[in-house]
């Protein structure tokens, strides 16, 4: 059957929980809109509220056409085609373009709509206040300018004004160095968003009513990701914008006229990158600890200094009812273990912690007979485990082992590490392994905090991971960081026969669909873990150019792009997030330089 999980205030496709499915659902539902509105920015918004677990979704279905839109849209891209460029640099220019559109409208999440919440309510202590907008407001008015400018001189390189000087103007090099430049004014406000992100944090556990407000905000169809991730979109669009002009750079001949601007610009964007890598690192990190911090019951603390997210996904625990599925979640000092909760807030409860201080793993697929199998030996008690797959059992393996052996080299001991000698495998036998029984019903130590949470997200990575069955590191993460992509596209489902047009954003291993770049939030969602990407097949009948496929078990969308490089970028991107073979570990072992830091 299909499980609809509400996915920050809307609904995600369709997530199957067993293999004996339904038939296809062909569109993306959306959730209810609330009847009443939290804010009122928009006449042509209004926020509603998530839809709980339980509610009847909405007969509503995301956009469709009928055969004579369909018709009309196949006239208008043929002559949209023939009118518009067809140089690659044209389409590189583009995606700065559209992806500076979706980067705008992430940043209004924080600068309008979060902002209106917290004063509406009274909720922001002013010094917090002040700390917040006095750094992220610079930025933003500075990005509509720069916004205004891109899509201007797209304009005329697409000869839409001005088309006697549009030779002159097919080129933006010089539009990027000039903003490069301008950029590194704002390095000081990058390098307050730690102190912004830790003071947040801090004000939601001390301040009831921000916490409140918090909350409830997430909650909101604009807020389409943990509030906390559009923090770190600043550093994270020097990111994109010094990958994009680096295939500028290489795609442009060295005499070309666009081509020393380009690399000019390059350089001042790589300086200003260059101060802020340790500081996104160490952000991202921050953001993913909080995160889970919201999410996971029975766990205290775990943002606590020097801790690193490592891996989370799903397992198969060997438990006295037999194998019971469990979310992981890998840090730099201790591995837990969770199930899912069966109350309307859809969390995660931890059922134990282990400390890799002294953690020894073995694979034990002979011992057990069971598929992609392995023993986890600990100073508290040792489980027995199984992965989906080869591949996942091994990155698994890889990532406990290579955090294992750096907790041992590291300086700080927790007071939870015990003696290693505890966990020698040698002192146990196979009839010591744990099988506790487990009760999926065992709430009593967390009701409190059961109590005080009776709204949760369900778009977070560990849902996706315990639907689709797999893992995600924290360099998968980055990875998705830096391959995030927006733009419109063309999407046509198996069984139909005309193709819809839609606004698509990339970005935290999803696709967000929206009906055009202007709306303030989406109408829907697909989670890409577990789902393949390739080109249509004979037996699929698509007679079209730059179309890709994306499937999992029977469900299969097609989507067209406008042009070869934009179909290359998002085969790119989506195969960095939906193929699970592509995916790395974090902890890759350093070569004998890197070792001596050479």
């Given at each position: 059957?299909?499980f609809?999980?509400?996915?920050w205030?809307?609904l995600?496709?369709?997530t ?37 677990p ?13 055969e ?16 518009y460029p ?13 992806t ?12 309008v709509?979060f ?13 917090l206040?002040?700390?917040l ?12 300018g ?10 005329l ?7 006697h ?6 080129r933006?090099?010089?539009v ?32 009831k009513?921000?916490?409140?407000v ?10 389409y ?11 994270q669009?020097?990111?994109h ?7 500028l750079?290489?795609?442009?001949a ?9 690399k ?8 200003i990158?260059?101060?802020?890598q340790s ?12 995160e ?5 019951i029975g766990?205290?603390n ?20 037999g ?25 995660f ?6 400390p890799l ?5 073995e ?6 007979s069971?598929p992609?199998?392995f ?6 008690r040792?489980?027995?485990?199984a ?11 890889e ?18 590490f ?8 040698s002192n146990?036998s ?5 099988l506790?029984?487990?009760?999926e019903d065992?709430?009593?130590s ?5 109590d ?19 893992s995600v ?7 998705a ?6 733009g ?10 005309g ?10 291993f999803?696709?967000?669909f ?9 109408l829907?969602?697909?989670p ?6 390739s080109?249509?097949?004979?037996s699929?009948?698509i007679?079209?150019?730059?179309v ?6 029977s469900?299969?969308y097609?989507f ?9 970028r998002w ?20 070569g004998?330089?890197e070792?001596?830091?050479?």
């Amino acid at each position: 059957m299909f499980f609809s999980c509400t996915i920050w205030g809307f609904l995600w496709v369709e997530t199957v929980l067993a293999e004996t499915e339904c038939p296809a659902i062909d569109s993306p539902q959306l959730s209810p809109f609330g009847s009443k509105s939290a804010l009122c920015l928009s006449p042509s918004f209004q926020m509603s509220t998530l839809s709980l677990p339980g509610q009847a979704p909405s007969p509503l279905q995301s956009p469709s056409l009928n055969e004579v839109g369909t018709a009309r849209l196949e006239v208008e891209e043929e002559v949209r085609r023939k009118r518009y460029p067809t140089d690659k640099a044209y389409f590189i220019a583009k995606e700065i373009l559209m992806t500076e559109r979706t980067y705008l409208k992430d940043l209004e999440v924080i600068t309008v709509w979060f902002r209106s919440a917290v004063i509406k309510e009274n909720a922001m202590p002013e010094g917090l206040m002040t700390l917040l907008f006095s750094n992220i407001d610079p930025i933003y008015e500075f990005h509509r300018g720069f916004l205004k400018e891109i899509d201007q001189r797209l304009a005329l390189w697409e000869g839409r004004s001005n088309a006697h000087v549009k030779g002159d103007c097919q080129r933006i090099g010089d539009v990027m160095l000039r903003n490069m430049c301008a950029l590194k004014e704002f390095t000081s406000y990058l390098q307050k968003h730690d102190e912004v992100l830790t003071e947040l944090e801090k004000a939601t556990k001390c301040v009831k009513k921000l916490e409140t407000v918090y909350k409830e905000f997430e909650l909101q169809k604009v807020c389409y990701l943990p509030l906390n991730t559009f923090l770190l979109k600043p550093i994270q669009r020097l990111m994109h914008y010094k990958l994009i002009l680096e295939r500028l750079c290489k795609h442009y001949a060295p005499d070309h006229r666009d081509h020393h601007d380009c690399k000019e610009a390059l350089k001042e964007v790589a300086e200003i990158t260059a101060q802020l890598q340790s500081s996104l690192i160490r952000l991202e990190n921050f953001q993913k600890l909080t995160e889970l911090q919201r999410d996971l019951i029975g766990i205290e603390n775990l943002t606590a200094p020097g801790r690193e997210f490592i891996r989370e996904g799903c397992l198969y625990k060997l438990t006295k009812k037999g194998l019971q599925q469990r979310m992981f979640f890998l840090f730099s000092d201790m591995l837990l273990y969770t199930s899912k909760g069966v109350t309307a807030t859809n969390q995660f409860k931890v059922h134990g912690q282990l400390p890799l201080h002294g953690m020894i793993v073995e694979e034990s697929e002979n011992e057990w007979s069971v598929p992609h199998c392995f023993t986890i030996y600990s100073a508290q008690r040792t489980i027995v485990v199984a992965a989906s797959s080869k591949v996942e059992m091994n990155k698994w393996i890889e990532d406990l082992n290579m955090a294992i052996d750096m907790s041992k080299k590291s300086q700080e001991k927790s007071d939870l590490f015990l003696d290693p000698s505890l966990c020698d495998r040698s002192n146990r036998s196979s009839d010591e392994v744990s099988l506790e029984q487990e009760s999926e019903d065992d709430v009593n130590s967390s009701r409190c905090s059961l109590d005080k949470q009776s709204h949760h997200r369900a778009n977070t990575t560990m849902h996706v991971c315990w639907h689709r069955n797999t893992s995600v590191s924290m360099s998968d993460h980055s990875l998705a960081v830096e391959n995030q992509l927006s733009g419109y596209l063309l999407r046509k489902f198996k069984n139909s026969n005309g193709w819809q047009k839609l606004w698509v954003v990339f970005t935290n291993f999803c696709l967000f669909f929206y009906k055009t770049h202007q709306d303030d939030f989406p109408l829907a969602s697909l989670p890409l873990l577990g789902y393949t990407v390739s080109t249509p097949g004979e037996s699929d009948s698509i007679h079209k150019e730059y179309v890709f496929k994306l499937q999992f078990k029977s469900h299969v969308y097609f989507f067209r792009a406008e042009s070869e490089y934009t179909f290359e970028r998002w085969m790119e991107v989506i195969k960095s997030a939906a193929s699970a073979a592509g995916r790395v570990s974090l902890l890759i072992p350093k070569g004998p330089g890197e070792m001596n830091g050479n």
